[in-house]
């Protein structure tokens, strides 16, 4: 019953680093997506992917890059990291883009 | 303009009484769906329940119901029979468009303090 995974859950990067957060799925999904959310507010959708090979933009994406080689992963990579990028990190899949999403864990992420 | 509205950020219940937290949202689109997730302290999300906008009945489960009134544009979720567990933020949430469109957008949440 693993669901959807994210690791790390917690981290903290410098100014201008680069790193990955990974995301898997076991449950066949074809929809995947990263959320963000900010203290005091709601998940704002960063990435999508609607299948294996197919990624496209959410209402916040600069900063960021995604990729989805298989059904199961969907990474999240920061880029030159930046103060504004602190936030929870939410990964996400559904069978159906309309259904209910399930959830990971999230990924506390501090930018310093 | 905001799509999704929650215009309380907090509300206090107390355990065994009922409460009502407000949603209301703004579409054009005939085919929508709202949903409603909770966020405990923890901070994983839940899935609490659907309303599809062509459903004829209110959504229901278990102690949550949805009370949607389509022509006002809102989506209240009301649980029955606050626990101590209930304490948590909830977001609503809908997703415009039929079949295969449209993601997820959230409102920014209440948070729902249950006291014993």
């Known amino acids: 019953n693993a669901g959807v995974t994210q690791t790390p859950k917690f981290r903290i990067l410098k100014i201008g680093q680069s790193m990955t957060l990974q995301c898997t799925q076991d449950?066949?999904?074809?929809?995947m997506y990263w959320y963000r959310q900010d203290p005091g507010m709601g998940l704002k959708l960063i990435y999508y992917?609607?299948?294996?090979?197919?990624?496209d933009k959410g209402e916040v994406p600069n900063g960021y890059n995604v990729s989805r080689s298989t059904t199961e992963d969907f990474p999240l990579r920061l880029e030159l990291a930046a103060p504004s990028q602190t936030s929870v990190y939410f990964c996400?899949?559904?069978?159906?883009?309309?259904?209910?999403?399930?959830f990971g864990s999230g990924t506390q992420l501090s930018v310093l | 303009a905001q799509k999704i509205t929650q215009t309380q950020p907090g509300m206090f219940v107390q355990e065994k009484e009922a409460v009502t937290l407000d949603c209301t949202y703004d579409?054009?689109?005939?085919?929508?769906?709202l949903f409603w997730y909770k966020q405990p302290s923890s901070g994983e999300m839940i899935f609490l329940i659907y309303?599809?906008?062509?459903?004829?009945q209110n959504a229901t489960e278990g102690r949550y119901s949805l009370n949607f009134q389509k022509a006002r544009k809102s989506a209240n979720l009301v649980i029955s029979a606050s626990q101590l567990g209930d304490s948590a933020m909830y977001f609503c949430?809908?997703?415009?468009?039929?079949?295969?469109?449209?993601?997820?957008?959230f409102g920014k949440g209440t948070k729902l303090s249950v006291k014993p």
């Open positions: 996400a899949s559904s069978y159906r883009r309309s259904e209910k999403l399930f």
């Open positions: 449950m066949n999904h074809n929809y």
């Open positions: 992917s609607v299948g294996a090979g197919i990624t």
């Open positions: 579409t054009s689109d005939p085919s929508y769906g």
């Open positions: 309303q599809g906008s062509y459903d004829q």
């Open positions: 949430a809908m997703r415009e468009g039929g079949g295969s469109q449209g993601n997820l957008i």
